[in-house]
């Protein structure tokens, strides 16, 4: 194992001179849980295996924006030895060259902060106000500690793209199947279209968060994004279960013009497998970005998802993709077939097989000289 680090490792980052165009990507690695802080470390991970082996002539640098709780926010500041920061500067010159990171300390700007760091998860409320802490940034990816990306994440930013006018933000719906959705049986407030949204994969342009007048059942007009948060969250505190997740989905059920929905496979959960497979678009094209909600990466209750989360993991970088990432996955599945996630391993394989293709093909294929 890779994940644990002496002091005398710890450097203090340097930016790369001229590395433009960026996509820019959040995450916040909040509460003291060991876990917590190695699902952050193995979802930026996982950016980086499928930005080196899919596209490895392309020099697109990839801008990571760290939250961490304060006092993490000061050691690191002072010591520059924080778990997180530590492990990503030791991954090869090769690798991170096209990585850049940022830390900054977890912050609520309205409202009380500690109610908002209780708000469902520690600090997963921090999303909601992005569009305030990162001033500087016109678009951003939002994605959760427990999320894997089985393909380059520059594709998600192709949904950026096919936003209209008045589309700020995408997220993927919370269920397909609206009799066994959450929101559809058992919500208590306002929400999004027929079965809610689920925000542990987001994209944003916070530009167009920033400057937009939002509907809602607070006062007749329409309010900014910083001043339309804490009355929300006020209004509907004792009838929200999911947190920011619900406070989004309320937002958007008044401004459901603002909201482009992507497919599931883009934030595929165990939902979408556990009582039989209900996501289309992940069996025709393979799942793009998993999201390991319910704690299935540390438990047994979904080996599936685990599977995936261990070789990830355990990759060593400029090794063999073939043979110390797919075969690991497709051979411990075989150990999952008990479980209706299990049953279906060419869901979680298929874009990581199409990786290993275009390697083959750029690496050998084009390569080959024909013969005379």
Known sequence: STWHSSRSSCRCPHPQPGAEPAHETSLSACGMKCAVRRESLVSVCS?????????????????????????????????????????????????SARFQYSIYPISFSVGDAEEWKKLFKPCAAQRLFLPIILKDVDSLLYVDTDVLFLRPMDDIWMFLKSFNESQLAAMAPEHE?????????FARHPFYGVTGVNSGVMLMNLTRI????????????????EDLLHPLHQKYKNHITWGDQDLLNIIFHYNPENLYVF???????PDHCMYGSNCKGAEQ?????????????HD??????????????????????????????????????NTLCGRI??????????????????NVVRHVRPHK
Request: include cysteine; proline fraction near 7%; hydrophobic fraction near 45%.
């Open 285 to 297: 094209e393979g799942v793009s970005i998993l999201h390991g909600n319910r704690g299935v990466y």
């Open 210 to 225: 920033r400057r937009t007048l939002f509907k809602s059942s607070l006062i007749a007009g329409g309010l900014l994004w």
């Open 263 to 269: 497919p599931c496979q883009w934030n595929y959960r």
């Open 47 to 95: 950016a980086r295996i499928f930005a080196l082996y899919w596209s490895p002539t392309n020099f697109l640098v990839h801008r990571f924006h760290l939250l961490l709780p304060f006092c993490l926010y000061l050691k690191y500041i002072f010591m520059r030895c924080v778990y997180l920061p530590m492990q990503l500067n030791q991954w090869p010159q090769s690798v």
């Open 345 to 362: 391993p060419q869901v979680f394989l298929k874009q990581i097989e199409k990786a290993m293709k275009t390697v083959f093909e750029a």
């Open 300 to 337: 047994d209750k979904q080996p599936a998802f685990k599977v995936v989360y261990d070789a990830i993991r355990n990759f060593p970088f400029e090794d063999n993709m073939f043979q110390s990432l797919f075969y690991p996955i497709q051979n411990k599945f075989l150990d999952t077939v």
């Open 177 to 185: 199947v609206p009799k066994i959705g959450w929101y559809s049986r």
